[in-house]
């Protein structure tokens, strides 16, 4: 069975990507795939500096290339902090390029992102389509959820959008077997 990532980009508690996420299982979404959420909210990594190459690596970070190498594809959720990649998924990102070269290894990835505004941090997201693919990633699908608390309501989300993400999941499934 194909092995997936999902993970949010978000330090946020009560993150609406991480509950974005958790509703691809709740609702069975993604069936025949072994998914592995993880949940990085509570990580705390140091701002990455030149100054800490090569030798000051932290350990969450070793951990996470760790997942990203077993893993067959992905599922990323990332918040749009004013326009762009919030500091905290950001300075994750900056870390794995420093560590792990195209660390994605043209694997499939899913992205998507979601607002509590209409706009669905598409800004953002466009953004990340085009820098990803500089770690090595294969933009699979990309799905942006408008209205986050109109549109998931006690964790189900609304039937229209289910049925524009379930296109976005045949996607990156249809890249897994491929
Ligand atoms: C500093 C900051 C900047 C934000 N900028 C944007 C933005 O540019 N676009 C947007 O759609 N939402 C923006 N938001 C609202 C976020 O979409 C909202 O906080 C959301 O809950 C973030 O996702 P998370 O809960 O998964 O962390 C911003 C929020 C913060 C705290």
């Known amino acids: 069975m194909k092995k997936v990532l999902a993970f949010a980009g978000s330090n946020h508690s009560k993150s609406i990507h991480y509950q974005l996420i ?4 709740a609702q069975s979404l993604m069936e025949g795939v072994d998914i592995h959420l993880l949940d990085i909210r509570s990580w705390d ?8 190459d090569p ?6 970070i070793t951990k996470l290339i760790g997942h990203i190498q077993e893993s067959d594809g992905f599922i990323i959720a990332s918040p749009e902090h004013n326009g762009g990649t919030p500091a905290f998924f950001k300075n994750i990102l900056d870390w794995l390029s420093r560590r792990a070269k195209k660390v994605f290894d043209n694997k499939p990835i899913l992205l998507m992102s979601t607002s509590p505004g209409g706009g669905g941090g598409a800004t953002n997201r466009k953004f990340l389509e085009h820098t990803l693919p500089y770690q090595g990633a294969t ?9 986050f608390q109109q549109n998931v309501v006690d964790g189900k989300l609304a039937d229209d959008q289910a049925v524009l993400l379930q296109e976005s999941i045949a996607k990156l499934q249809a890249a897994l077997n491929g």
């Open 22 to 25: 958790e509703t691809i299982s």
């Open 45 to 52: 990594i140091p701002i990455y500096s030149i100054d800490m």
């Open 139 to 147: 933009i699979a699908a990309s799905y942006g959820l408008p209205s």
């Open 55 to 60: 030798d000051q690596t932290p350990e969450l």
